[in-house]
């Protein structure tokens, strides 16, 4: 099957592809921001109670630093779904913008040359 107009380049392929990516980093920023909502929810939680019931009753405060490694990647994990997106968007327009004008220059050709039509 013989391919014409924007189909050459299979930019539309492309985009779909970024979409598609993009909606997988959509959920995978969700995801982690829920985890990070839960970690941050845990360690004010364990900050009220360590407050509570204090220092001096010894209570150990050392179980808080597991859960504020964890919000630290999840903030991070967040952090580099949301760099991903701006790429995407950033190529998403490349890829466009570049097959716009493949399509502008083939339908020039064809006005030039009508013969080949």
Do not use: Y
């Not at 985009?15 to 959920?27: D, G, I, R």
């Not at 009220?48 to 999840?74: F, H, I, P, T, Y």
């Amino acid at each position: 099957m013989r391919k014409e107009g924007l189909g050459v380049l299979g930019g539309f392929g492309m985009v779909n592809q970024f979409f598609e990516h993009a909606a997988l980093n959509f959920v995978g920023a969700g995801c982690a921001l829920v985890a990070l909502f839960a970690e941050v929810g845990s360690l004010v939680v364990g900050s009220v109670a360590s407050s509570a019931v204090g220092r001096a009753a010894g209570a150990a405060g050392g179980g808080d630093l597991a859960v504020e490694a964890m919000a630290q990647a999840s903030a991070v994990v967040v952090l580099s779904h949301l760099v991903s997106l701006a790429f995407l968007v950033v190529m998403i327009r490349k890829v466009t913008d570049q097959t716009a004008k493949v399509a502008e220059w083939a339908e020039n050709l064809r006005k030039a040359m009508p013969g080949l039509a």
